[in-house]
């Protein structure tokens, strides 16, 4: 019989991780995927994957666990992993199903429920908003008389600042949790902190943080969705006092949340009335948003293809070394386009790595050795792609829709 190959099963119910992919094959992995109907003839890396999969939908229980079962039947797989944030929980629930090594259901929480991350955290003593979960209603009275407005009162498993909604008063909350009835339990209120929001990125190895990156988003990402501007990030430079502080605070959050290997997408809040870091938010996965592109064009590190060296390194009981890092500095700046395909030929800097293909979206990386060019970039397409192409457009009833 031939000798068993490391495989993987990657769940990705939205077209993404072609690196992650590619690299399991490089390393001589045998590669499936399973993905969504909808996204079976997206351009999935082919020549990577061994077989390929596909249900209408790749959430819905019992029938993924059947699914998985079934093609276990005849294939062995040695690790699941979650392509797309909406895949994390359930990756966790298979392996948790199939007695497959990796993240469980447990520390997945951690990662997924923004109540179960916020009360962890706090327990292990690393500061956050002050926040209260939306079951008791004693506790939320308390909580609206001992905290002032505004708050925050948001979904604890979505993501791009879906659903978050913004609160001045007891009875603006009231009169939202009526309307959510029985689906209010799924929602955290939190107080709302003034302050500009970063993101850290990070690769962690048996319980160690061993490459992360701190930067900057150029305003906070609930300003860009509900006002309609520019989406701007760029690396920090790397010994400020805000990235060296932001790089310890994220070693501290990780361990608090329990995790062990795989890569994380962070966010931060410094509040303005205090100067002090917030911890935000977490995923265990990469970031969206293009924000890998941008990271690997600082670098060098592409998170998508170290998280498969990190999986497989685990599974073939191998130590997992970080290849040379790089440090440089890069920005990103996307908007969603009145034009379906907009023109961005003019935006010739040699500093411009990469632009982004992608209907009625503009988006394009700088990369420069010298922080200060990047921030001149980033100033001045920023304020160019506003009036050349910036379309603005109220959220959806449904994310990824
Ligand atoms: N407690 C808070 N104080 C201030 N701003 C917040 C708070 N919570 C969320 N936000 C704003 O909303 C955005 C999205 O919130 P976040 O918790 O990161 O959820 P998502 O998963 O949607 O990104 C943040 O980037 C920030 O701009
Ligand atoms: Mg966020």
Not at 232 to 242: I, K, M, Q
Not at 305 to 316: F, G, K, L, T
Not at 330 to 337: E, Q, S
Request: a negative charge; glycine letters at 4%.
């Amino acid at each position: 019989m031939a000798e068993h190959q490391t495989t993987i099963l990657a769940l990705g119910s939205y077209f993404k991780g072609t690196a992650f992919l590619q690299e399991c094959k490089a390393l001589g992995c045998t590669v499936y995927l399973l993905t969504k109907e909808k996204f079976k003839d997206a351009d999935w890396p082919r020549e990577s994957i061994d077989e390929m999969f596909w249900m209408p939908e790749t959430h819905k229980q019992p029938d993924l666990t059947y699914a998985v079962s079934y093609m276990m039947r005849t294939r062995k797989i040695d690790r699941i992993v979650p392509l797309d944030d909406y895949d994390v929980e359930v990756a966790a629930n298979l392996r948790e199903h199939l007695r497959i090594p990796g993240m469980g259901e447990t520390t997945v929480r951690h990662f997924r429920d923004k109540l179960a991350m916020r009360v962890q955290a706090r327990d292990e003593g690393v500061n956050v908003p002050d926040f209260c979960p939306v079951i008791n209603y004693d506790e939320l009275r308390e909580f609206m008389e001992r905290v002032p407005a505004p708050w925050v009162l948001k979904p604890r498993s979505e993501a791009a600042s879906f659903g978050i909604k913004k609160l001045n008063s007891p009875q603006e909350l009231w009169d939202k949790l009526n309307e959510l009835g029985d689906r209010q339990s799924y929602f955290v209120l939190e107080k709302f902190v003034p302050g500009d929001v970063f993101h850290v990125d990070s690769i962690i190895w048996e319980d160690n943080v061993v490459f992360s990156i701190a930067n900057g988003y150029a305003r906070p990402p609930l300003a860009v969705v509900s006002s309609g501007d520019v989406f701007r990030s760029r690396t920090l430079p790397y010994d400020s006092a805000d990235a060296v502080a932001l790089r310890e605070f994220n070693k501290k959050v990780m361990k608090a949340l329990h995790m062990k290997r795989g890569v994380t997408h962070a966010e931060y809040i410094k509040g303005h009335a205090d100067g002090k870091f917030y911890f935000l938010e977490t995923a265990a996965r990469v970031g969206g948003a293009n924000l890998a592109e941008m990271i690997e064009a600082a670098s060098g590190i592409n998170l998508w293809r170290e998280w498969a060296r990190v999986e497989v390194a685990n599974a073939r009981k191998e130590e997992y070394s970080l290849p040379p890092v790089k440090q440089e500095y890069a920005g990103i700046v996307v908007c969603l386009a009145q034009q379906e395909w907009p023109d961005l030929s003019a935006y010739d800097a040699p500093e411009v790595v990469w632009k982004l293909r992608k209907e009625h979206h503009a988006g394009l990386i700088v990369q420069a050795k010298n922080p200060e060019r990047i921030q001149q970039l980033l100033d001045e397409y920023g304020e160019r792609f506003a009036r050349e192409f910036l379309a603005w457009m109220p959220q959806l009833d449904k994310p990824n829709d």
